[in-house]
């Protein structure tokens, strides 16, 4: 069984920039694809990134891209998600997901697609 630890949120300002880690253990494997969805108050949780074990391949909600980038340290087993030019409405609570199969890319964005959660950690972009 996979637990996902996130932290890395916290209090920022708009324009600021962040980084969320997403750090895998109790079992001797790793997701293979690992996810980044978010959830504000009162709204359903969003797909926001993607990243995908052998490939290196990435993927990204519109509202994010160029903005952040998610990336993998396979010899730590921790995904990061490198939060830039955030914006007020970036705030939420952000999950981490994964799952041990190679999911397709067109069910990358679907909640039900991911085996593995972590407990969210908070994003505030205020000033």
């Known amino acids: 069984q996979v637990q996902l630890v996130e932290s890395g949120g916290g209090l920022v300002r708009p324009g600021d920039s962040l980084r969320l880690s997403c750090a895998a253990s109790?079992?001797?494997?790793?997701?293979?694809?690992w996810g980044w969805f978010r959830q504000a108050p009162g709204k359903d949780r969003h797909f926001v990134a993607a990243?995908?074990?052998?490939?290196?391949?990435?993927s990204y909600a519109n509202s994010v891209k160029g903005r952040f980038t998610v990336s993998l340290d396979r010899a730590k087993k921790t995904m990061y998600l490198q939060m830039s030019s955030l914006k007020p409405e970036d705030s939420a609570v952000y999950y981490c997901?994964?799952?041990?199969?190679?999911?397709?890319?067109?069910?990358?964005?679907?909640?039900?697609?991911?085996?593995?959660w972590g407990q969210g950690t908070q994003v505030t972009v205020s000033s």
């Open positions: 990243f995908r074990w052998s490939a290196s391949d990435t």
């Open positions: 109790g079992s001797t494997r790793s997701p293979y694809t």
């Open positions: 997901a994964g799952d041990e199969s190679r999911i397709i890319s067109s069910r990358l964005s679907e909640e039900r697609a991911y085996d593995y």
